[in-house]
Nanobody, 115 residues
């Protein structure tokens, strides 16, 4: 099992920044990739960004150039630096870990961007 603890959500004005953190514990040797997804009210959960064990990253087109995902392997923690936030970024953000046999999800953290 992998346990995830998220932090860093909150309320910010449009144009502002937030940083999300996701700390993993447990069977961390089984982790293949870490990432963030988000779900706005009435919408499907969507990919935001992922980072693989080799450091390669993938971003949704809507956040490319504004968000940066990174990973501190010594701390088993992934970060999502979100800059130039827009009202459309308002959602619950979920940490995701892809492990050998299954995915794990964090509890979600609310990000609200006021215009």
């Amino acid at each position: 099992q992998v346990q995830l603890v998220e932090s860093g959500g909150g309320l910010v004005q449009a144009g502002g920044s937030l940083r999300l953190s996701c700390a993993a514990s447990g069977y961390i040797f089984s982790i293949v990739a870490m990432g963030w997804y988000r779900q706005a009210p009435g919408e499907q959960r969507e990919l935001v960004a992922t980072v693989n064990n080799d450091g390669s990253t993938n971003y949704a087109a809507s956040v490319k150039g504004r968000f940066t995902i990174s990973r501190d392997n010594a701390k088993n923690t992934a970060y999502l630096q979100m800059n130039s936030l827009e009202s459309q970024d308002t959602a619950v953000y979920y940490c995701n870990v892809k492990a050998f046999f299954r995915d794990y999800w964090g509890q979600g953290t609310q990000v609200t961007v006021s215009s």
